[in-house]
């Protein structure tokens, strides 16, 4: 069975500074995807980006990235120029191509205090 | 458009009661599933469906049943509810099914909590 572990329960980050939050997961499958979702105070869980495993290059949005490394199954998330609105629950998912498609297996996340 | 929906967003039950938690989507999306999410637990599957008529479980189905009779509507009952149900519960819905459903972004709904005393 796949599992996702996050070993960072809590970290912190100063306005404006970049903070790099960890994510390893065990999969015997070579095609997948993985995901980082914010859940800010209100709950409600928000994609923040997306890595196809059969892609080398890593994922991009705006202010945040990954570094993903396969062969480690290494999946990390990258907060560039931290801002208040950063501050939340990140967690970090993997969903199979085969078996149960569509299904997220979750780590049990990283809280994240984004200091003014 | 108003997305995943999920009502109530709060409720109290005494252990034993059952009650429906409601989740609907008005997104014409294939694949829906019930998450609970426990303190220091992250989001844990409990059933999921790929289309009416078809569901299935997930990692922690005991205690709940699932149907889905309409595309739109995917209701989790509690049967008889226990202290340990006491939980958030999210419903998601993405598009497409088996391999589309997981590379597409998967829209949560805005969680319901719930107490068992």
């Known amino acids: 069975a796949q599992t996702v572990t996050q070993s960072q329960p809590e970290m912190s980050v100063q306005e404006a500074e970049t903070v790099t939050l960890s994510c390893t997961y065990d999969?015997?499958?070579?095609?997948?995807?993985l995901f980082w979702y914010k859940q800010p105070p209100s709950r409600q869980m928000i994609l923040v980006i997306r890595?196809?495993?059969?892609?080398?290059q890593n994922a991009t949005e705006n202010r945040f990235s990954v570094n993903f490394q396969k062969a480690a199954k290494s999946f990390s998330l990258k907060i560039s120029d931290s801002q208040l609105g950063d501050a939340a629950m990140y967690f970090c998912?993997?969903?199979?191509?085969?078996?149960?498609?569509?299904?997220?297996?979750f780590g049990k996340g990283t809280k994240l205090s984004v200091k003014p | 458009n108003a997305g995943v929906t999920q009502t109530p967003k709060f409720q109290v039950l005494k252990t034993g009661q059952s009650m429906t938690l409601q989740c609907a989507q008005d997104?014409?999306?294939?694949?829906m599933s019930w998450y609970r999410q426990d303190p220091g637990m992250g989001l844990r599957l409990i059933h999921y469906?790929?289309?009416?008529?078809?569901?299935d479980q997930g990692e922690v189905p005991n205690g709940y049943n699932v149907s889905r009779s309409t595309t739109e509507d995917f209701p989790l009952r509690l049967l008889s509810a226990a202290p340990s149900q006491t939980s958030v519960y999210f419903c998601?819905?993405?598009?497409?099914?088996?391999?589309?459903?997981?590379?597409?972004?998967?829209?949560f709904g805005p969680g319901t909590r719930l107490l068992v005393l």
């Open positions: 998601a819905s993405s598009k497409g099914q088996g391999r589309i459903a997981a590379s597409r972004t998967q829209y």
């Open positions: 999969t015997s499958e070579s095609d997948y995807y």
């Open positions: 890595q196809e495993a059969y892609k080398q």
């Open positions: 998912a993997y969903a199979n191509y085969g078996g149960s498609q569509g299904n997220l297996i």
């Open positions: 997104m014409n999306h294939e694949y």
């Open positions: 469906s790929v289309g009416a008529g078809i569901t």
